[in-house]
């Protein structure tokens, strides 16, 4: 089975590569390198000992989709590809809604003419908005609170439209919480340039000396010691949930979401003091004030994924802050 993968030399994409060549599928992958570097090729090449084709281009330029589906004869996508900075979003949304929603609508018109339609998507527990109650199940209500979240659902509505009006379409929506961690070589993972906004790369950068201190933004949460709580999951098990998403697509003509999380809450205060103790190392941090837009707790029931797709994450808190820092370290 040949398998594209869009925004495959990204964070996610590229662990999924790895695990998708580890299971015998062909792969090709796209990537515009707008967030991510040539040289993760070599390196996903380098963990599996496997070839594959990559091609450099925009999964807007429909022009260069037709040449990829015309020279391969692709089986179904995962698509990855699009912009991801929540803060950003708020500045810039038309970068994000001109960038995801052309990126999937051009790819969706490709797949069409090519006949190809089966999709792995790569959506966020952002859809759920402000949850009413915890943990989250995949038929809570739908809303957003950013154009990022707003451009995931967005795109989930057009697929669903898209089913409704050719049943042929087999489509699995993979919402995820916050994956982290690092393939355990240490060749592959997450390390954004600027400062990061997210949780984990700043903990990393602060432990490795590239940031003085950590703000943890806020301690007056409704949480077990007042800062925000999320189901934080290891990037090589959400890896692992999207072989059986294409296993399920490939099998069946359907569309369905599923949450792609532990089912663990942890505190920011708990990562910080688990990454410490995990790595033996200090990370300097200060409170702060809470950060706007953020919600007290987020964590998934993951219970669908398990009955319907027969998977589970496995690996521990420990082992997503010893595989982060391991990956920073010899990277930075
Ligand atoms: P990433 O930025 O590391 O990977 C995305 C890749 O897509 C990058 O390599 C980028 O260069 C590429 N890309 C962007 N626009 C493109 C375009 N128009 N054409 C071709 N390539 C393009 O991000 P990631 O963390 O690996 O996330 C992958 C997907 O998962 C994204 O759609 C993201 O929104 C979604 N997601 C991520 C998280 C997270 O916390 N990382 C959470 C929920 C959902
Ligand atoms: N957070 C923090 N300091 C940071 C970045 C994040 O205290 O520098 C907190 C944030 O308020 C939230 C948690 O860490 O409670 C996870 O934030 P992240 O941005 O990683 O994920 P998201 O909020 O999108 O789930």
């Given at each position: 089975?040949?398998?594209?993968?869009?925004g495959?030399?990204?964070?996610i994409?590229?662990?999924?590569?790895v695990?998708?060549?580890?299971?015998?599928?062909?792969?090709?992958?796209?990537?515009?390198?707008?967030?991510?570097?040539?040289?993760?090729v070599?390196?996903?090449?380098?963990?599996?000992n496997?070839?594959?084709?990559?091609?450099?281009g925009?999964c807007?330029?429909?022009?260069?989709?037709?040449?990829v589906?015309?020279e391969?004869?692709?089986?179904?996508v995962i698509?990855?590809?699009?912009?991801?900075?929540?803060?950003?979003?708020?500045?810039?949304?038309?970068?994000?809604y001109?960038?995801n929603?052309?990126?999937?609508?051009?790819?969706?018109?490709?797949?069409?003419?090519?006949n190809?339609?089966?999709?792995?998507?790569?959506?966020?527990?952002?859809?759920?908005?402000k949850?009413?109650?915890?943990?989250?199940k995949?038929?809570?209500?739908?809303?957003?609170?950013?154009?990022y979240?707003?451009?995931?659902?967005?795109?989930?509505?057009?697929?669903?439209?898209?089913?409704?009006?050719d049943?042929?379409?087999?489509?699995?929506i993979?919402?995820?919480?916050n994956?982290?961690?690092?393939?355990k070589?240490?060749?592959?993972?997450?390390n954004?340039?600027?400062?990061?906004?997210?949780?984990?790369?700043?903990?990393?950068?602060?432990a490795?000396g590239?940031l003085?201190?950590?703000?943890i933004?806020?301690?007056?949460?409704?949480t077990?010691?007042?800062t925000?709580v999320?189901d934080?999951?290891?990037?090589?098990?959400?890896?692992?949930?999207h072989?059986?998403?294409?296993?399920k697509v490939?099998?069946?003509?359907?569309?369905?979401?599923?949450?792609?999380?532990?089912?663990?809450?942890?505190?920011?205060l708990?990562?910080?003091?688990?990454?410490i103790k995990?790595?033996n190392?200090?990370?300097?941090y200060?409170i702060?004030?809470?950060?706007?837009?953020?919600?007290?707790?987020?964590?998934?029931?993951?219970?669908?994924a398990?009955?319907k797709?027969?998977w589970?994450?496995?690996?521990?808190?420990d082992?997503?802050?010893?595989d982060a820092?391991?990956?920073?370290?010899?990277?930075?």
């Open positions: 089975m040949n398998i594209l993968v869009t495959g030399t990204g964070y994409g590229s662990h999924t590569c695990e998708l060549l580890n299971s015998n599928y062909n792969v090709i992958v796209i990537d515009n390198l707008s967030n991510s570097k040539i040289d993760v070599d390196k996903i090449k380098k963990i599996t496997k070839d594959f084709k990559f091609y450099e925009d807007c330029n429909k022009e260069f989709l037709n040449k589906f015309t391969n004869q692709i089986d179904a698509h990855f590809a699009g912009f991801k900075a929540v803060g950003e979003s708020v500045l810039k949304p038309l970068k994000y001109r960038n929603l052309d990126s999937t609508i051009s790819l969706l018109e490709v797949m069409n003419s090519f190809v339609k089966k999709l792995v998507f790569s959506s966020s527990a952002t859809v759920y908005g949850p009413e109650s915890l943990p989250i995949e038929n809570f209500p739908l809303s957003t609170t950013n154009p979240g707003s451009t995931k659902l967005m795109i989930e509505d057009i697929l669903r439209d898209l089913h409704k009006s049943n042929d379409w087999s489509i699995a993979l919402r995820y919480f994956p982290i961690g690092a393939h070589s240490g060749l592959i993972g997450e954004p340039n600027d400062i990061p906004n997210n949780l984990m790369p700043y903990i990393v950068k602060v490795t590239q003085d201190e950590l703000s933004f806020g301690n007056d949460y409704d077990v010691d007042g925000g999320r934080y999951i290891h990037v090589v098990d959400l890896a692992k949930g072989i059986k998403a294409i296993e490939l099998k069946e003509n359907t569309i369905d979401s599923y949450n792609l999380g532990t089912g663990n809450g942890y505190s920011v708990e990562l910080v003091k688990t990454f995990v790595n190392v200090d990370v300097k200060k702060t004030k809470r950060r706007p837009g953020d919600i007290d707790a987020c964590y998934a029931d993951p219970s669908y398990k009955e797709l027969n589970e994450a496995s690996l521990t808190i082992e997503m802050c010893r820092y391991n990956y920073v370290k010899k990277n930075k």
